[in-house]
C-alpha cells in the first residue's frame, strides 16, 4: 500500500520518491535519503527528515565558521580578522580607545630548519592556544602570515593594560617549548597603534602597528626578560617605518590540520607524521605526550623506563601544566617512588588508581608527592616489560572511563613502538661506537678514540700552563716568554711494541698471545695514574699519552712497564724472552696529534735488534720519512708521464658460489722495479692536491681495460675505481667521470665508484650530492670502509647506493666474536632492506667466509680468494 497517496510531503521533499520492502527514499533538499518504514508511520519518517535537515544545517554552519579560521591554528584568518575589526570600528565612538597589536616571532625558520616543518607547526598551535587563554572572548586574535599574528583589542582602559598584555604575550612565546635543544628559545617582536589616536580605520591602524613592529624588531634590548614592545606614537621618526604595502607582505604559505574530531584519529595522525618527520624524536614524543596530558585534562604524564645498569626504573619523559622537565625535587620524589616498586598491569597492560589511599604500601609514595589519581599503560618488548606511560591527576580523584582506558592504549602502542625503535638504535649505535672506539679484545680505546684522548690531555695540560704562566708574570711583574717562566707539566707521545710478537703466536697459539697482549693492556692501565690516554693502535702496537715535568719520568714509567711485563711473562713462559720496544715524541701543543703519534712510532722503528726492553726519543736524526716525501713530491708528475703507476686489479667474488662477479682497481707505483705500496704515496698526493691527477690517469686505464675487453669478447664485469675526498671539493667531477666515460664508449654501468665512509662524515652534503649524480646516469656507487666510523648508522638510511664495503675491521681475527657477528649480520641485513648490496673486504680465512656466506653477504674480495694481480693475469680469469 502507498501510504504517501493522502498524506501531505513535508517541506523540502519533492514528489519523486521510491518505496521498497522496509523503506522509502526521499530526495530532500537535494540529498538522497533512506528512511526505515514501521508499518507506515508518517509522523516518524517527518521527524527522521527533520533531524536530517537540522544535521546537514549544523553542518554548514560548522563549515562556514571553519572558513573563517586558520586551518593550522584554529584562530581567525587575516581576512577576515580584517572584515570583523572593520565593521566595528565603523559603529565605535571617537571617545572609545582600542588597540591593534601585530606580533612577529624572531627567526622562526630557525625552528623550521633545525627540528622540522611538522614540528613548527606544532609550536604554531601550541602559541596560539595560549594566546586565547590570555585575551577576552571579545577580542580579535587571528593568524596573518607564516610566523605573524594580530590581536585586536577593545576597550582598553589605559596604556598599562596594553604594555600587561604586551608583557603576557612575551612570556608566550619565551616559554614556549620548542624541543630540548635550548638555542631555539623563542622570542618576539611587537608593534602596537591605538584608536582613535593612530587611525580611525583598520588600514590606518595596521600601517602604523606595522612601522612600529619593524621599530620593535630593529631597536629591542639584548637579553630583556620582561618586554613590552613599541607604541607608534613612541617613534621618533615614524615615516622611515611605514610602509603602505605592508597589509599584502604577511602570508600564509603552508597551512596544516591534525586530523578529524575523533582524538583518536586525530592522535594517531599526528603521532606517525611527527614521529615519521621530526629530526628530533626526544623533543616529539614531548610534543606528543603533551597533547595527550591536554586531552585527557591532567596534571602530568611520564615515561618510566628500566634503567640499563639497575633494577629499577627511571623516568625518561616528564611533562607536566608548566614545562617540559622535572625539577630535582620531583625527580627525587619520582625516583624514591620507583625505587624497588614493582608496577601491576592487568591482562590488556593497564594500572589505574581512581583514588590514591594510604592502605596500600605502593599508594604511600604517591600519596606523599600528591597524586590524587593514576592511570598507567605498559610498554613490552617481546612479552617483557621495559617501561610504562604514566598519567596523574594531582586535583581530582576520577574514574577512568573504558574511552580513556581505550585511547590511552592506542596511544601507549604508537609511542612506545617509536621508542622501543629509539632504544634500539641507541643500543646498535652504541655497540658500534664500542667497536670502533674501544678494542674487543684488550677494552682499550682504539687509536680512533686516542686521537681525541690525547688532544684533550695535551689542551688541558697546556691551558694550566698558560695559568700559571700568567700568574707567574704578574706576580713578577714580568713579561718573560712562556717558556721561561712554565714549569708546569708537560705531554709525551710513547708508541709501544711487542717485539717478534708474530713468533710468539706461531709458537705459543693465538689464544696465548691474546692473553700476552690483555696481560700487557692491564699493565701500561694500571701504571698510568691518571688512566686516561692509552690505547691500542694495532696488533701488538699500543700507544700512551703521559703528562711529566721532566724527562726521567717517562723513562721510569716504560722501565716500569718493561719490568712488570718481563716479569709476569717469565713467570707464565719461562725460557720466552718478552722484549718491548718503545718510541717517544715530546709534543708540541701548536701541532696536530697525529704528527706526535707519527714521529713516536718513527722511533720506536728505529729501536731494533735490542738484547733487552729498550727505548728511543725522536729527534732531528728521523726526518728519513719527511726526506722520502721529499722524493715523491719531486719525482710524481714524471713518473706519471712515464707510465710508472700500473693497474693492479683484485677479484671480487659471489660468495654463494664463488664466481667472480667484478674487480677493484688499485695502483702500484713501480720505479726502477721496485713495488711502491699506495700507502707509501696516496696520503701524500692527497695532501698536495696530486691525487686527482692520479684518479683520472687510473679512471683512463681503466676505460681501457674495458674497451679492450670489449673488442676482445671477453666476459665484462664491473670494475671499481676510488673516489678521494679532494674530487668533492670539484663542482665539475661527475661531469669530467661522465666525459671520459662516453669518449670510450663504455656503459656507465661496469665503471664502480667507491666511497670512503669517511668521506661521508666530513663531507656529508658532498658526498651525497655525487652520488645521486653518479647513479642518475647509471654508474656503480659503492662505500668503502663501511663501519670505520660510528656515525654509520645515521647516514646508512641517506645513501642511495648500490653497494656498501664493510670494513676490514670487522675481520681482525680467524674466529669473529659474537657482538661482531651480531654488529656485521645487522649492517647486512638493514642494507638488502635498502636494497643494497652487501661485500666484505679484508676476507682472509675460510671461517670469515663460511660466516659472511652464513649472514647472506652478496660479495667478498681478499687474500683468501685472491691477492691484486697485474690485468695479464686477472684476464686469464675471464
Not at 172 to 193: D, P
Not at 806 to 821: P, T, V, Y
Request: with cysteine; glycine share 4%; aromatic share 10%.
Amino acid at each position: 500500500m502507498d501510504f504517501f497517496i493522502t498524506t501531505p510531503l513535508p517541506e523540502g521533499v519533492i514528489s519523486n520518491y521510491v518505496q521498497k520492502d522496509n523503506c522509502v527514499e526521499f530526495i530532500c533538499n537535494d540529498t538522497i535519503y533512506c528512511v526505515l518504514v514501521d508499518g507506515g508511520n508518517w509522523e516518524e519518517i517527518r521527524q527522521e527528515l527533520t533531524h536530517r535537515k537540522e544535521l546537514k544545517l549544523m553542518e554548514k554552519n560548522r563549515i562556514m565558521e571553519r572558513e573563517k579560521l586558520d586551518s593550522l591554528t584554529g584562530l581567525y584568518h587575516k581576512e577576515y580578522s580584517r572584515k570583523v575589526i572593520e565593521e566595528f570600528l565603523k559603529t565605535s565612538a571617537s571617545e572609545q580607545y582600542h588597540a591593534l597589536m601585530l606580533v612577529d616571532i624572531d627567526n622562526f625558520d630557525v625552528v623550521n630548519e633545525n627540528l622540522g616543518y611538522l614540528f613548527g607547526d606544532t609550536v604554531l598551535v601550541n602559541i596560539a592556544e595560549a594566546l586565547r587563554k590570555n585575551f577576552y572572548d571579545t577580542d580579535i586574535a587571528s593568524r596573518i602570515g607564516g610566523d605573524e599574528f594580530l590581536i585586536f583589542i577593545k576597550n582598553v582602559s589605559n596604556a598599562e593594560l596594553l604594555k600587561e598584555k604586551a608583557r603576557i604575550i612575551y612570556s608566550v612565546f619565551a616559554n614556549t617549548y620548542t624541543g630540548e635543544n635550548k638555542n631555539y628559545k623563542l622570542s618576539c617582536s611587537i608593534g602596537i597603534s591605538t584608536y582613535p589616536k593612530d587611525g580611525m580605520n583598520f588600514q590606518e591602524l595596521f600601517l602604523k602597528a606595522d612601522a612600529a613592529l619593524l621599530y620593535d624588531r630593529e631597536n629591542k634590548p639584548d637579553n630583556e626578560e620582561i618586554h613590552f614592545g613599541h607604541f607608534y606614537g613612541d617613534i621618533a621618526n615614524p615615516g622611515l617605518y611605514l610602509d603602505n604595502e605592508c597589509f599584502h607582505k604577511y602570508q600564509i604559505n603552508r597551512t596544516k590540520g591534525f586530523g578529524s574530531n575523533n582524538f583518536d584519529k586525530e592522535i594517531t595522525a599526528f603521532a606517525f607524521d611527527i614521529m615519521s618527520r621530526t629530526k628530533d624524536v626526544n623533543s616529539a614524543i614531548n610534543l606528543l605526550l603533551n597533547k595527550v596530558r591536554v586531552q585527557f585534562g591532567c596534571s602530568q604524564i611520564c615515561i618510566f623506563e628500566y634503567a640499563s645498569d639497575t633494577p629499577d626504573f627511571m623516568m625518561t619523559y616528564f611533562c607536566s601544566n608548566d614545562k617540559m622537565e622535572a625539577d630535582k625535587k620531583e625527580k627525587e620524589e619520582f625516583s624514591d617512588y620507583l625505587k624497588g616498586h614493582s608496577f601491576t598491569f592487568s591482562e590488556s597492560g593497564v594500572y589505574s588508581l581512581t583514588e590514591i589511599t594510604e592502605d596500600d604500601r605502593k599508594e604511600e609514595a604517591l600519596k606523599k608527592i600528591g597524586v590524587k589519581a593514576l592511570l598507567q599503560c605498559a610498554i613490552f618488548e617481546n612479552d617483557v616489560l621495559k617501561g610504562c606511560i604514566s598519567v596523574h591527576d594531582y586535583e581530582k580523584c576520577r574514574n577512568w572511563s573504558d574511552y580513556e582506558l581505550d585511547s590511552f592504549l592506542t596511544i601507549t602502542k604508537i609511542i612506545s613502538s617509536y621508542l622501543l625503535k629509539l632504544r634500539a638504535s641507541e643500543r646498535a649505535s652504541r655497540q658500534l661506537y664500542i667497536m670502533k672506539n674501544f678494542d674487543a679484545l684488550t677494552g682499550l680505546p682504539t687509536l680512533h678514540k686516542f686521537k681525541k684522548d690525547a688532544s684533550s690531555i695535551i689542551s688541558s695540560t697546556e691551558s694550566k700552563c698558560e695559568r700559571k704562566t700568567l700568574s707567574q708574570s704578574v706576580i713578577n711583574g714580568s713579561t718573560a716568554d712562556k717558556s721561561t717562566v712554565c714549569s708546569g707539566r708537560k705531554s709525551a707521545i710513547i708508541y709501544l711494541d711487542i717485539t717478534k710478537f708474530k713468533y710468539l703466536n706461531n709458537t705459543l697459539g693465538y689464544e696465548t698471545g691474546d692473553k700476552i697482549l690483555c696481560d700487557f693492556a692491564s699493565i701500561i692501565y694500571e701504571e698510568n695514574k691518571s688512566k686516561e690516554g692509552i690505547a691500542r693502535i694495532s696488533d701488538d702496537n699500543f700507544a700512551v699519552c703521559l703528562t711529566y715535568q721532566k724527562e726521567n719520568e717517562i723513562i721510569d714509567y716504560i722501565q716500569n712497564i718493561n719490568d712488570k711485563f718481563s716479569q709476569i711473562q717469565k713467570a707464565k713462559y719461562p725460557g720466552t724472552k718478552f722484549i718491548v720496544a718503545s718510541g717517544i715524541a715530546l709534543v708540541n701543543p701548536k701541532e696536530d696529534i697525529t704528527v706526535a703519534i707519527d714521529n713516536a712510532n718513527v722511533a720506536r722503528k728505529t729501536v731494533k735488534n735490542a738484547s733487552q726492553s729498550t727505548y728511543c726519543f725522536f729527534d732531528i736524526n728521523m726526518q728519513l720519512n719527511l726526506q722520502r716525501e721529499a722524493e715523491i713530491n719531486n719525482t710524481m708528475e714524471q713518473a706519471l708521464k712515464d707510465k710508472e703507476f700500473v693497474v693492479y686489479l683484485q677479484p671480487k667474488v659471489n660468495l654463494q658460489d664463488n664466481s667472480l662477479v667484478g674487480a677493484e682497481a688499485l695502483v702500484r707505483w713501480i720505479r726502477d722495479g721496485i713495488i711502491i705500496m699506495p700507502g707509501d704515496f696516496i696520503p701524500i698526493f692527497e695532501n698536495n692536491g696530486f691525487v686527482v691527477n692520479l684518479d683520472f690517469y687510473i679512471y683512463e686505464e681503466v676505460c681501457k681495460i674495458i674497451k679492450e675487453w670489449m673488442s676482445q669478447g671477453r666476459k665484462l664485469v664491473p670494475i671499481s675505481v676510488n673516489v678521494s675526498r679532494v674530487h668533492l671539493h670539484d663542482e665539475r667531477f661527475v661531469d669530467e667521470i661522465k666525459k671520459l666515460v662516453d669518449s670510450y664508449e663504455i656503459p656507465y654501468n661496469l665503471l664502480e665508484l667507491e666511497l670512503t665512509e669517511s668521506i661521508f662524515l666530513n663531507n656529508t652534503e658532498a658526498a651525497l650530492s655525487a652520488m645521486r649524480k653518479l647513479r642518475s646516469l647509471g654508474f656503480g656507487v659503492s662505500i668503502d670502509d663501511f663501519g670505520a666510523g660510528y656515525s654509520s648508522l645515521n647516514l646508512l638510511k641517506d645513501m642511495a647506493t648500490d653497494v656498501i664495503k664493510l670494513d676490514k675491521g670487522f675481520f681482525g681475527h680467524d674466529n669473529m666474536q659474537r657482538e661482531e657477528q651480531i654488529i656485521v649480520s645487522s649492517i647486512i641485513s638493514m642494507a638488502k632492506q635498502l636494497n643494497m648490496k652487501v661485500l666484505s673486504e679484508g676476507v682472509e680465512t675460510q671461517n670469515q667466509s663460511d660466516f659472511l656466506k652464513s649472514v647472506l653477504c652478496d660479495m667478498a674480495q681478499g687474500y683468501l680468494f685472491s691477492k691484486p694481480m697485474p690485468v695479464s693475469e686477472f684476464e686469464k680469469l675471464i
